[in-house]
């Protein structure tokens, strides 16, 4: 049993990372359901600060470029172990800091002039890489730690995400491992990952940590020892055991890396370069800022028909890119139902309720646009509003998205993509549903057509927009409204609004 144990695991190895190019969850109540107007149902739109919100596209921005996951890859496979000038952190106080990581952790973080360089290298030519991977981890490490924990896996396990994947859900390398914890296809399918054409479930964070927990522990009780333990997913126990024969029968990491691949020889000082970097990241001047959104500030709800993030984007108000961030297993952004699967949809814990108390409204809603969908074309335009855009530097779906009136689903149905990833010069085919003029010095909005308004027949109320409120929450306070009424009864072309603006709606 346990030989042919060993031998699965042997091959398993070759398959999945001899060629891995990568380094990187009360009473029930009785709630009236809101009907929903499947015919126009809007984002929900907040004042927001224009400061804050480029920040924000920035951010975005770097959640959507493949960048970082490259760079820790180099930086991995062209480790040359050269002595490095950096007079800010001496070779004493490196000594006994990883001295003290020693002491708590079953990894061997022993000094060595190896370790060092590639410490100090870290330090002085990639400080912002490392903080951006010090913001992302705030959000990821501690659904981690939980499950590693479960198995029983160390806890500073977590810092192999970042050699794998520099923490991008979706980064796949080019030998087609996937995910935070880079998965190949088949090695993936073993441990229970779901791929399919909609879903990916090695770009879940949980699922694929509580895969990668069992992979390494399986590794570990063939190794005994946590630095083999880590070659071995790196490389496959095979190149492992090759190297310690070739090394004449040593079992140290140290002693037997100049026998292993060229990637796995730098994999581990990477992984331990990281650690030590992360445990001692505030003394070397990196900053511990909180999450944007916590993992405990979020939840899940299992989908009982099928949904696409832009649908649920549209009737809670979460921004696309968030939904996709939250939710990176689903590749064409759609969440199918099958049974007997258990998909699930990771909201914003203030949006959970507002979704669960209409629940049904909202699968209606989004079933009613499924039956749309079935001509191949979009049905409101004709061939002459087609445009061809050209993706630019700091360009993402979302954005090119808002900047026409239409949805991520939309532009990667017409253009036949099957990721959110884009490349500067591509061409996109898009059917706009509202005119675009590229902002000036001295315009700093989109420009839109005049809109006519119509006039009420009949006696009408006026209604001052409060904050928080949508064109959609103000159609359900007026029986018999329609959020068309209201923007053509006061020449509203869009769905932003801001508060203290006054509505004439009719009275019915």
């Known amino acids: 049993m346990a030989f042919r144990f060993y031998i699965a695991f042997f ?6 990372s001899q060629t891995q190019d990568s380094i990187m969850d009360g009473a029930p109540q009785t709630i009236k359901t809101i009907p929903i107007n499947t015919d126009s149902i809007q984002v929900k739109q907040l004042k927001d600060n ?3 919100a480029k920040f924000d596209e920035k951010w975005l921005e770097e959640l959507y470029s493949n960048a ?4 820790i890859y180099k930086s991995v496979t062209e480790l040359d172990f050269k002595s490095i000038d950096f007079p800010e952190l001496s070779t004493d106080t490196l000594k006994a800091r990883l001295k003290k990581l020693d002491a708590k952790t079953p990894f061997n973080v022993e000094y060595n002039p190896s370790l060092e360089n590639v410490i100090k290298s870290y330090l002085k030519y990639r400080r912002n890489s490392i903080q951006k ?5 705030a959000f990821y490490f501690p659904m981690f730690e939980r499950e590693l924990d479960l198995y029983n896996i160390p806890l500073e396990v977590k810092y192999l995400a970042i050699v794998e994947s520099a923490l991008k859900p979706r980064a796949k390398s080019r030998v087609g491992a996937t995910g935070l914890w880079q998965f190949m296809f088949a090695t993936g399918k073993m441990y229970g990952l779901d791929v399919s054409s909609y879903v990916d479930e090695r770009s879940d964070p949980i699922k694929s940590t509580e895969a990668a927990a069992k992979y390494l522990a399986e590794l570990y009780g063939i190794f005994g020892d946590w630095d083999l333990a880590l070659a071995a997913y790196n490389s496959g126990p095979g190149n492992v055991t090759k190297a310690i024969r070739r090394s004449g029968g040593y079992k140290n990491y140290w002693n037997i890396r100049h026998n292993l691949p060229r990637e796995t020889a730098g994999y581990l000082p990477a992984f331990l370069a990281n650690m030590y970097i992360f445990e001692y990241a505030e003394e070397h001047g990196f900053k ?3 999450p944007e959104l916590a993992y405990f500030e979020t939840d899940t ?8 993030l832009d649908q649920v984007s549209e009737v809670t108000g979460t921004p696309i890119e968030q939904l996709q961030f939250l939710n990176p297993s689903y590749k064409l952004d759609i969440i199918p139902f099958i049974k007997k699967e258990n998909y699930t949809l990771r909201l914003p814990r203030e949006v959970i309720g507002t979704f669960v108390n209409n629940e049904d409204s909202i699968y209606a809603f989004a079933k009613a646009e499924f039956d749309k969908r079935e001509k191949p074309l979009p049905q409101f335009f004709n061939s002459n509003d087609r445009i061809r855009y050209r993706v630019k530097s700091g360009d993402y779906l979302g954005k090119i998205s808002r900047m026409y009136g239409v ?6 149905r017409w253009n036949g993509l099957r990721s959110n990833n884009l490349s500067i010069g591509q061409r996109l085919t898009i059917y706009p549903k509202k005119p675009y003029i590229a902002p000036t010095k001295n315009t700093t909005t989109v420009a839109t057509k005049n809109i006519q ?9 006026i209604y001052t927009v409060q904050q928080g409120d949508s064109l959609w929450s103000i159609s359900q306070k007026f029986s018999g409204v329609s959020i068309q009424n209201i923007k053509d009864w006061n020449g509203i072309s869009g769905s932003k609004l801001k508060p203290g603006m006054k509505l004439k709606i009719a009275k019915t």
């Open 11 to 16: 091959i398993c190895g070759l398959g999945y």
């Open 50 to 52: 224009e400061l804050a």
């Open 68 to 71: 970082l996951f490259d760079t």
């Open 133 to 137: 991977l010090i913001s992302l981890s």
């Open 288 to 290: 511990k800022i909180k």
């Open 301 to 308: 709800l299992r989908v009982k028909h099928m949904i696409t």
């Open 407 to 412: 949805r991520v689903s939309d532009i990667k």
């Open 453 to 461: 308004t119509k006039p009420i027949s009949g006696e009408s109320v």
